[in-house]
C-alpha cells in the first residue's frame, strides 16, 4: 500500500508570497493532519481534518489555512509568507479522527524555504 | 500544561549500549504516548506507543517505560546499533473527542558509534 505522498518536495518562495502543498493520505484513511516542524520549535501541530471538516487547529495564525476534499486529499495555503515560515511541512493521515486510537503516518514533508 | 519536555537533546552510544531519552509531562488527561524516529529527509515513524494503563511495553529491543505518578516516560533502546542513529521524539495526546493532536517533545538525536 503507498504511503502518505506530499508534492512538491522543495519549494523557495519569496517573502509576502503565497503557497499551496499537497498532501495524499494512505488509501482508506480519512484523517490528515498537518505539522510544521523547525530546528527551534520542533513538530507543532497546525490542523487536523476529518471528512472534510476541520476538526482542531493549532496555534497558528490565520495565514495558514488548509482544506480536505471528499478523496481525503488535503491541501494547506499559507498566505503572505513570512521568513520564520521556513520550515519542513508534514502531513500524517490516520484512519480515525485524531491521534485518538489510531497510528499516524507521517509522509515525507514539504521542505518550504522563503527568501 | 500542553507541553512534552525531551531529554537530553543529543545522545552518544557505543554499538551494543544502551539508549535511554526521558520525556516528562503535565496534562493528566494525556492518555496515549507514542514514540517516533525520523532520519534525516523523512517523516517521523512510529515506533513503539504506550496507554497509562501499562507501566511497561517491549518490542524488540525498544522499551517505553511508564511512571504515571511521576508523569514520565522513557525509551530504552538496548544492543543499540548505528542503524539506530537518528532523531526520536515522544508526544502524547488525548484519545477521543476532538483534541487528538500529537504534542511533540523537541526531540533528541542519537548517535550510535560503531
Known amino acids: 500500500k503507498a504511503g502518505v505522498t506530499q508534492t512538491p518536495r522543495y519549494l523557495i518562495k519569496t517573502r509576502g508570497q503565497q503557497v499551496t502543498l499537497s498532501c495524499s493520505p494512505i488509501?482508506?484513511?480519512?484523517?490528515v493532519s498537518w505539522y510544521q516542524q523547525t530546528p527551534g520549535q520542533g513538530l507543532q501541530f497546525l490542523f487536523e481534518?476529518?471528512?472534510?471538516?476541520?476538526?482542531n487547529k493549532g496555534n497558528f495564525p490565520g495565514r495558514f489555512s488548509g482544506r480536505q476534499f471528499s478523496n481525503s486529499r488535503s491541501e494547506m495555503n499559507v498566505s503572505t509568507l513570512e521568513l520564520g515560515d521556513s520550515a519542513l511541512y508534514l502531513c500524517?493521515?490516520?484512519?480515525?479522527?485524531?491521534?485518538?486510537?489510531?497510528?499516524?503516518?507521517f509522509g515525507p514533508g514539504t521542505r518550504l524555504t522563503v527568501l | 500544561q500542553q507541553q512534552v519536555k525531551q531529554s537530553p537533546q543529543s545522545l552518544i552510544v557505543q554499538k551494543g549500549g544502551i539508549s535511554i531519552i526521558n520525556c516528562a509531562y503535565e496534562?493528566?488527561?494525556?492518555?496515549?504516548f507514542p514514540w517516533y524516529q525520523q532520519f534525516p529527509g523523512k517523516g517521523p515513524a512510529l515506533l513503539i506507543a504506550?496507554?497509562?494503563?501499562?507501566s511497561e511495553k517491549k518490542e524488540g529491543r525498544f522499551t517505553i517505560s511508564f511512571n504515571k505518578s511521576a508523569k514520565q516516560f522513557s525509551l530504552h533502546i538496548m544492543d543499540s546499533q548505528p542503524g539506530d542513529s537518528a532523531t526520536y521524539f515522544c508526544?502524547?495526546?488525548?484519545?477521543?473527542?476532538?483534541?487528538?493532536?500529537?504534542?511533540f517533545g523537541k526531540g533528541t538525536k542519537l548517535s550510535v558509534k560503531p
Open positions: 500524517a493521515s490516520s484512519w480515525t479522527e485524531g491521534a485518538a486510537t489510531d497510528t499516524q503516518y
Open positions: 488509501s482508506g484513511h480519512r484523517s
Open positions: 481534518y476529518f471528512s472534510e471538516t476541520q476538526r
Open positions: 496534562n493528566t488527561a494525556f492518555d496515549y
Open positions: 504506550i496507554r497509562p494503563d501499562v
Open positions: 508526544a502524547a495526546s488525548i484519545t477521543g473527542g476532538s483534541q487528538g493532536n500529537l504534542i
